[in-house]
């Protein structure tokens, strides 16, 4: 077994239910952790069942009376000394993430790091947690908003980004007040597994009720399981568009409440006064980094007729230089994909592409022979191609890379927010009104709009999330922690008699 595994307490067979500081025993499907690496299995993590899932709710909603009575600093702090345990478990937990996720060890690394961050974040959130005070129309009485935590929030997190998500979350939820239960994605269960491990070592010195971090691996039936409980007022669901649209209906059906982060499918305007040397590392970390895995990858580039060449050569000369291979080792760019399925999936779109009538410039492939025995590791293409193509509007999973012209900026606009999806988009330009059209509301219709920078790799202290079918959630930074609470409006007579609103007269 690796050092890093055993340093991130893991074994070869784990038990996959915690309410927190207790493992228990697991009876449900039995989930084998195998690397896209090297195709060698990490361990075992044996799934939740039915059984096991209402125990950890059970013991959430017993523990969220106790933990909402702690004042938020010292929830604050609590999370600080988590943020400390992730500074020391770095190394460790970003080797598993790259390892088991497939990742290459800068992004593992980095994923951590946005953990720590969030922590930060949210421990100077604990003291921040305002409401509002506004004048009545009445003599004498006061009106305020306060903000009450909402109790249990479920975490469903998708496998690109096995550990940051739920960090996302539950650091938020947890200084507002909540308890949350976590069901991680079933292809990275280990990394779910250490998460808990330096999370409860830190609860159990700062006796944090038992219950206010749960966890239950398994399959969608536990999602189901979740999302249609209604001791769970809040689901925070990452994943596609189509398991997002089955969240949403059956949250919906009992009015409860929603944080989707789903599919993206995002562009780069190049314009014609783009700065080139700012351009290409920003397409082509966009479209590459996590193997094309990431909800917030870049997948479209909308190019000025008069740069069109200069850009595309330029992108076929730099994927001719990307180094693909073990993402331990850090002199590669790219590694795997999570799984052979995600491979089919990638070698079907660029058949399709091809039958559309696309040009292949980098024709991609699957990649075997010494070093990439896992059957998961392709090679990132760029395709030619119509915006309009079904394939083009659908979000592979892959580092597929469409490129496209136009002529005027009202055209690269439609064509960027020409798709279903709307999380990420760029625009790289040096002209100011160019720049300023495209954050305008005649603009970028999606969630995150950026200037000289790529689609991917966002800061903490923003709000993240997107639009249309991507569902309208915000998780992380700015003021996206009210998602964790209720308001309430109060109002305060301090005065002797009883005057109504609207001048209502009431004479007894």
Known sequence: MKDFLKELGLNEVNEGTSTGQQWLHSDGTVFESFSPTDGKKIGEVKGSSNDN??????????????WRMWPAPLRGEVVRQIGEALREKKDALGKLVSYEMGKSLQEGLGEVQEMIDICDFAVG?????????????????????????LGVVGII?????????????????WVCGDVCVWKPSEKVPLCAVA????????????NVPEGVNGLVVGDYKIGELMTSDSRVPLISATGSIRMGKKVGEAVGKRLAKSILELGGNNAIIISEDADFKIAIPGIVFGAVGTCGQRCTSTRRLIIHE??????????????GQLRIGD????????????????????????????????NLLVAGGVLDGPGYESGCYVKPAIAEAQNSWEIVQEETFAPILYLMKYKTFDEALALQNGVRQGLSSAIMTNNMRESEVFLSHQGSDCGIA??????????????????????GGRESGSDAW???MRRQTNTINWGTELPLAQGIKFDL
């Not at 305002?130 to 009450?148: A, D, I, V």
């Not at 795997?336 to 089919?344: C, F, G, S, Y």
């Open 306 to 319: 008069s740069m069109y060449d200069k850009v595309k050569d330029t992108l076929v000369k730099a994927y």
């Open 450 to 471: 950026n200037v000289n920078i790529g689609t991917s790799g966002a800061e903490i202290g923003g709000a993240f999330g997107g639009e249309k079918e991507t569902g």
């Open 53 to 66: 899932y209402q125990a950890v709710v059970a013991q959430a909603v017993k523990a969220f009376p106790e």
């Open 482 to 484: 009210k998602a964790y």
């Open 195 to 206: 998460c808990m491990n330096i999370v409860a070592e830190v609860f159990e010195r700062n």
């Open 125 to 149: 959130l604990s003291r921040q947690l305002h409401g509002l005070t506004m004048h009545s129309e009445r003599p004498k009485h006061r009106m305020y908003e306060q903000y009450h935590p």
């Open 157 to 173: 997190s998708a496998f690109n980004f096995p550990v940051a998500v739920w960090a996302w979350n539950s650091m938020m939820a």
């Open 327 to 358: 993402p331990l080792d850090s002199n590669n760019h790219v590694g795997p994909l999570i799984d052979t399925d995600a491979v089919a999936t990638y070698s079907a779109a660029l058949e399709t592409v091809k039958s559309s009538g696309g």
